[in-house]
């Protein structure tokens, strides 16, 4: 029994212990209240487990299974719209996605309703959700009935009907499921309500027994607190010396003996605490020793009671060396000479000043006032800061000079809109004296000045003063010209400047605009001549049409100068430069005021013959025009003649249109050119029809050289006297897809006038030099060149290039040039012949005989053959004078050392005169026809034997 008891009693004195201590109490108070409190959350927990449960019940068995019969009943209805569509679209693609989608949707309905069969509540619930699956599955069967064996309206109605009875279950699962949710509610509010009856009974029953604890706490703990309390205030008031009262056993005599302990400890830190404070001011010291900034601290009476070494610097002082007790008057009068930093100090009271010392440094002295009347002086060394200064006035004396030197007037006003910048060019455009523009004034004071002289006509100067004011409070930009009253035009812009306010320029644009008016005159006139240009002679003709309507016809008459390119060419631009002036001259004679006589470009010239009533009154002026122009002109020393060609047409009759009316006349034009210059056309329609004849053939012949439609022939050349064939002349041919072979006649004159002459004959030559290198050696190349290629003076580069390329022996190339090539430039031609000698190939003069001056040319070049025309060929045996010049120029060349070619032999006759007066070479289709290429080699086998007779034979 007694060892039993021995447990008991230790734990009772285990207890009796704790409650002996505040600690032990407070513990037993906390494993009270931990207990209560504990048995709340036991209770709280058990409720909130529950609750928990029916809210997942709730959610998984009601909710979920709801939300997943909506979604199977929904994946049905895809289905039916999924079908329905699929019987509506033809295209195969789009049914087999819509089979695609009418098995996705039948998986996710069998998911769904799986999912909500799991979590029905009722097997009433159950039932009608496995009565949805059968009729699903049901309509689905039918379905494929009707797919697999067509469609019909039984098909169509027994579909309906299983979908009708899936439908019906859907809504009876739904509406089940919604029913058990409701029941299964109700139930859990029911044992909610209950659990929270329990938890407020519980909850009322530990506030009553935490309160108990508490009061008992209390009373043992509060008393001996309070002592310890009066004790603890007695050492925050500072009395470190009284006695602390005793304590028990428990905490609080614990407290009360670490008080005491405490108190000893403040003692001793407050003692520490001094000597540190000491240690501080030295270092206060040391810093005031290093600062870059001179400090001076002065008493009540005057006397310098602390100083650090650069303040003894600054008075004049060496390290250390400032004597105790010195007062700032007694080392202010101790010292004469400027810049005194203690006579600074003794004379101002000011909070901020500058000095500059002796040996010219400058000083900014910040001056403090102490409590106890003295002051504290920090001086800073400013020395670089005026030199900035320094170098900063000088910018802004420089930034004074622009400003001054400006060419545009500038005004800067700042966010009050008050003047802060004037130049000098501002006064001077609107003639104010720079008296009377003083920093200051307002927007309309500066206004006003100016209006008062007249400036400012408009607007008034509140008006202008308002608008600079919503500028300036708007960031725009605003600009405007001001008309002066001496007729100046100044631009002005007014800008809005970041931090308010705004700048204005003015710039007298005067001239600038009279330089625009003429240069708006130069974009509408020909500078040359001074006549309307052509875009000016549109707009002249858009005013004609408009006027139609009044009963106001019109004609337009295109001219083109026959003959200037030759007076260019020969007598140089400079006069035929005045020839253009002179005659726009004459044009402007023949025409009167309502008339327009305008330059289209180059010598082609255009007038509009107003109230043109009648063909005749255009054709009295084209006469009048043709007479007045051909006459001769005398252009600085210089006799010139030119004719006129000219195309009519009229409107409305002809066209209504500037356009339409240009062309027509330039049809015209191109007539009466044809028709043999210096004279007239009026527009025909047929006219058109042939222009665009040539126009599609010139189109054609632009891509022909790209598309490679262009081909050599070779004719040979036969030598008289090796009675072989001595070589070929190359002859170019178009082989056009739909025109077929074009001859060398109908598109070479086309290629000349529209330029494509020039590749075209470099072409040729390389062709012909590569061709050449495949026969054998001896055999000569003739290539003709046309007087363009000799214009631009490219034909010595395309030859080197042909020779380059080719390989051929400069010597086995022979070109053949007409008289119309000497026409041109004779001085730059003679160059471009004897460049070409340079290069080693040979030169012959073709058709000679047929031009004007064929004997001159020869004394001028030692050309190495003549080829004589076939017109002159060709009456060799039935006309006497024809005979007696090819004999001449056989003699000639003879004479002169050049070889003698006959072109267009035809005929034995022929061919034996030729022989017989001494020709070296001839050509003709009585030796043979141009061939392609590709038959070259069988001509020269053929002609191998070398005898006329087997010529003939093989001709």
Not at 179 to 204: M, W
Not at 232 to 238: M, P
Not at 842 to 868: E, N, Q, V
């Amino acid at each position: 029994m007694t060892s039993r008891a021995r447990p008991g009693r230790r734990l009772m004195d285990a207890v009796a212990a704790m409650l002996g201590t505040i600690r032990g109490r407070i513990v037993i108070a906390f494993l009270v209240m931990s207990a209560i409190t504990g048995a709340l959350g036991l209770s709280a927990a058990s409720s909130i487990r529950r609750a928990d449960e029916l809210v997942s019940q709730t959610f998984d068995r009601s909710l979920m299974s709801i939300n997943y019969a909506r979604a199977a009943a929904t994946d049905f209805a895809g289905m039916r719209t999924a079908e329905a569509r699929r019987w509506m679209v033809t295209d195969p693609s789009a049914r087999t996605s819509l089979d695609e989608r009418l098995a996705s949707l039948q998986r996710l309905l069998a998911e769904d309703l799986e999912i909500a069969v799991e979590r029905a509540q009722s097997e009433r619930a159950t039932r009608a959700a496995q009565a949805a699956e059968r009729a699903v599955s049901a309509w689905t069967e039918a379905r494929a009935r009707i797919t697999d064996f067509g469609r019909s309206e039984a098909a169509y109605a027994e579909l309906d009907r299983h979908a009708a009875v899936a439908e019906e279950n859907f809504d009876l699962f739904i509406n089940y499921t919604a029913g058990d949710g409701f029941i299964y509610r109700q139930q859990a509010r029911a044992i909610v309500a209950r659990e929270t009856r329990l938890n407020l009974l519980g909850t009322l029953i530990a506030v009553l027994l935490s309160g108990t604890v508490a009061f008992c706490l209390a009373r043992r703990i509060m008393g001996p607190l309070a002592d310890a309390s009066q004790a603890a205030t007695r050492i925050a008031g500072g009395d470190l010396s009284g006695t602390m009262p005793a304590g028990g056993a428990d905490e609080v005599g614990t407290l009360l003996s670490a008080m005491g302990t405490m108190r000893d400890n403040i003692r001793h830190a407050m003692e520490k605490e001094v000597a540190q404070r000491i240690s501080a001011e030295d270092r206060l010291a040391d810093a005031l020793e290093t600062s870059r900034e001179g400090i001076v601290v002065v008493d009540e009476a005057g006397r310098i009671s602390l100083t650090n070494s650069q303040a003894e610097d600054y008075l004049g002082f060496a390290a250390g060396a400032r004597p105790a007790g010195a007062t700032i008057a007694a080392l202010a009068a101790g010292e004469t000479g400027p810049g005194s930093l203690a006579q600074a100090l003794l004379a101002t009271t000011d909070e901020r000043s500058e000095l500059r010392l002796g040996d010219g440094r400058w000083l900014r002295i910040s001056r403090s006032a102490t409590r106890t009347g003295g002051f504290i002086a920090v001086c800073s060394d400013i020395t670089l800061l005026k030199e900035q200064e320094s170098i900063l006035q000088a910018t802004n004396l420089r930034l004074d000079t622009a400003l001054d030197n400006m060419s545009q007037g500038l005004c800067l006003f700042d966010a009050d809109g008050c003047l802060t910048v004037v130049n000098r060019r501002y006064c001077e455009i609107f003639g104010l004296a720079p008296g009377q523009l003083p920093l200051g004034l307002s927007y309309r004071d500066v206004a006003g000045l100016s209006a008062a002289r007249g400036d400012y006509p408009q607007p008034e100067p509140d008006a202008f003063a308002l608008a600079q004011a919503e500028t300036a409070s708007g960031g725009a930009v605003d600009s405007d010209f001001l008309h002066l009253g001496d007729g100046r035009v100044v631009a002005v812009s007014h800008k809005a400047v970041r931090g308010g306010g705004l700048v204005a320029t003015y710039e007298d644009v005067t001239e600038r605009r009279e330089a625009d008016a003429r240069i708006a005159f130069m974009a509408r006139h020909d500078v040359l001549t001074g006549l309307p240009n052509r875009a000016m002679f549109g707009e002249r003709i858009e005013e004609a049409v408009a006027h139609l309507g009044r009963g106001s016809p019109f004609a337009v008459l295109c001219l083109d100068l026959d003959r200037f390119k030759e007076v260019n060419d020969t007598l140089g631009h400079p006069v035929g430069d005045a020839l253009l002036r002179a005659v726009a001259d004459r044009l402007r004679a023949c025409v009167r005021e309502v008339d327009t006589v305008a330059r289209l470009g180059g010598d082609e010239f255009a007038i509009i013959l107003s109230q043109a009533e009648q063909p005749q009154e255009a054709a009295v002026l084209a006469r009048r025009i043709v007479e007045v122009v051909s006459a001769p002109y005398d252009l600085d020393g210089h006799r010139a003649s030119v004719g006129v060609s000219i195309g009519i047409c009229f409107a409305p009759g002809d066209g209504t249109t500037c356009d339409k009316l240009l062309k027509n006349a330039d049809v015209a034009l191109y007539r009466a050119k044809a028709d043999g210059r210096g004279t007239w056309r009026f527009f025909e329609a047929e006219m058109d029809v042939s222009l665009q004849a040539r126009r599609a053939l010139e189109l054609d012949l632009r891509e022909a050289l790209a598309r490679q439609e262009f081909e050599l022939h070779y004719q040979p050349i036969y030598d008289f006297r090796a009675r072989r064939i001595g070589g070929f002349e190359a002859l170019v041919r178009w082989r056009h897809p739909v025109r077929g072979l074009v001859p060398p006649g109908e598109f070479i004159a086309v290629a000349e006038e529209i330029g494509l002459i020039v590749p075209l004959g470099a072409w040729c030559l390389t062709t012909a030099c590569t061709e050449a290198m495949r026969w054998p050696d001896g055999l000569k190349v003739a290539v003709n060149v046309s007087a363009v290629q000799f214009r631009d003076e490219v034909i010595v580069e395309a030859v080197r290039q042909a020779l380059t390329q080719s390989r051929l022996p400069p010597g086995r190339l022979e070109l053949e040039i007409t008289e119309s090539v000497l026409l041109k430039d004779n001085l730059a031609t003679l160059a471009t012949l004897y460049a070409l000698r340079r290069l080693g190939v040979r030169i012959a003069m073709d058709d000679f005989g047929t031009g004007y001056s064929s004997l001159s040319y020869l004394r001028s070049f030692p050309f190495d053959k003549i080829k004589i025309d076939q017109s002159f060929v060709r009456d060799i045996t039935n006309k006497t004078d024809s005979g007696l010049i090819v004999r001449a120029v056989i003699g000639l060349g003879l004479s002169l050392g050049m070889r003698t070619t006959a072109e267009g032999i035809e005929t034995e006759a022929q061919f034996d005169r030729l022989r017989s007066e001494g020709c070296d070479e001839g050509q003709g289709y009585f030796f043979a026809k141009p061939s392609p290429a590709s038959e070259v080699p069988r001509a020269i086998e053929r002609w191998s034997r070398g005898n006329s007779e087997t010529a003939r034979a093989v001709a």
